[in-house]
């Protein structure tokens, strides 16, 4: 390809940037975003459990 048709491709590809649109479903929580919760919470206990199940894994 020459550079003339790279260049015509390129221009074919590009599409301008509008609004950019806010995700509905994300939350911000300091400097992140992230997707609000929908299912059960997951007490503190739970979550020990689950780690130390881990480390005895060895994983």
């Given at each position: 390809?020459?550079?003339t048709?790279?260049?015509?491709?390129?221009?074919?590809?590009?599409?301008?940037a509008?609004?950019?649109?806010?995700?509905?479903?994300?939350?911000?929580?300091?400097?992140?975003?992230?997707?609000?919760?929908?299912?059960?919470?997951?007490?503190?206990?739970?979550?020990?459990?689950?780690?130390?199940?881990?480390?005895?894994?060895?994983?």
């Amino acid at each position: 390809m020459s550079v003339t048709q790279i260049v015509e491709e390129a221009l074919r590809a590009y599409q301008p940037a509008g609004i950019p649109a806010r995700p509905s479903s994300l939350v911000r929580k300091g400097p992140l975003l992230v997707v609000p919760a929908s299912s059960r919470k997951v007490s503190h206990e739970e979550v020990e459990a689950a780690l130390e199940a881990m480390r005895r894994e060895g994983r």
